[in-house]
């Protein structure tokens, strides 16, 4: 891979050498860690904006008298199975986090570097996928692995374990590691 492709990806990732090296020994560096901090926060903040408008919801329906009885109790009912849902969503992505950072450690997986396209309902879904693992892009990020895929290239990605966030990405030698 060319020097100008692989230092874009990096900047699209948002990874350094010292990120790579750390994620070869299995380790998260702190601007990483950081990362998940910030990941884990919004998570907060998405729960406690779902309390204060399903409360809104609550408390509107309960006092306006506009609603019949039977439609007031449908409403709460119907909000209330949405902020549980909502939650319990926001829960699950808290405690990856809080895994994740709690652990410190990132995974590895390499093999070649697969790309996919998803269509569904008029919106594309692109994933890259090393071996097992298997990650969400954006297009941008899609395009400049595609320029890679070309080449069949054979590759190593870091992720976190729990919450399965790319941490870094190399392109490596073929012929050391791959053989048809």
């Not at 829960?91 to 570097?113: H, M, N, T």
């Not at 990650?135 to 399965?164: I, M, N, Q, W």
Request: with cysteine; charged share 25%; net charge positive.
């Amino acid at each position: 891979m060319n020097k100008a492709l692989e230092w874009s990806i990096k900047n699209e990732i948002g990874f350094s050498e010292d990120d790579l090296s750390a994620n070869r020994d299995g380790q998260l560096r702190d601007s990483q860690q950081q990362k998940l901090v910030a990941k884990r926060q919004g998570s907060l903040v998405l729960a406690v904006l779902g309390l204060i408008i399903a409360a809104g919801v609550f408390v509107r329906v309960v006092f306006d008298n506009g609603f019949k009885s039977s439609d007031k109790l449908s409403i709460v009912l119907l909000t209330c199975l949405a902020l549980v849902v909502a939650l319990l969503y926001l829960w699950l992505k808290w405690s990856q986090y809080v895994s994740d950072l709690d652990r410190g450690i990132a995974f590895a997986s390499e093999g070649p570097l697969e790309l996919i396209t998803y269509h569904n309902r008029g919106n594309n879904i692109y994933r890259l996928r090393v071996n097992r693992a298997s990650f969400g892009l954006d297009k941008h990020l899609f395009d400049l692995l595609t320029a890679a895929a070309k080449k069949h290239e054979y590759c190593a990605v870091y992720y976190t374990p729990r919450s399965k966030i790319l941490l870094s990405f190399e392109v490596l030698d073929n012929r050391k590691h791959y053989k048809k």
